[in-house]
């Protein structure tokens, strides 16, 4: 079972930065994060995959997000500019992992709350 722990969420003024962390306990082929805001689905937000370096990320983040990691040490990062009231979730890490199947594990997640 591959463990993921998140740190970084807490509350911030609109406008406002985090920096969300993420690390897995073994080697990931990428990493991500997705959300889930109250009463609603969960949302992907940005992705990376190792190989190449290629990121991907929802409309609704592009140049406010930027995810980067370190894959020789296993983790990811989300930094988050320019947040706002609609950035409110609770933030999700996952891990691709080079098994059959690729499955994907998940964190437990953290609070991110944007006050206005």
């Known amino acids: 079972q591959v463990q993921l722990v998140e740190s970084g969420g807490r509350l911030v003024q609109a406008g406002g930065s985090l920096r969300l962390s993420c690390a897995a306990s073994?080697?990931?082929?990428?990493m991500g994060w997705y959300r889930r805001a109250p009463g609603q689905e969960r949302e992907f937000v940005a992705a990376?995959?190792?190989?190449?370096?290629?990121?991907q990320y929802v409309d609704s983040v592009k140049a406010r997000f930027t995810i980067s990691g370190d894959n020789a040490k296993n983790t990811v990062d989300l930094q988050m500019n320019s947040l706002k009231v609609d950035d409110t979730a609770i933030y999700y890490c996952?891990?691709?992992?080079?098994?059959?199947?690729?499955?994907?594990?998940w964190g437990q997640g953290t609070q991110v709350t944007v006050s206005s």
């Open positions: 996952y891990a691709v992992v080079q098994r059959p199947g690729l499955p994907r594990y």
């Open positions: 073994e080697r990931t082929l990428g």
């Open positions: 990376i995959t190792w190989s190449g370096g290629t990121t």
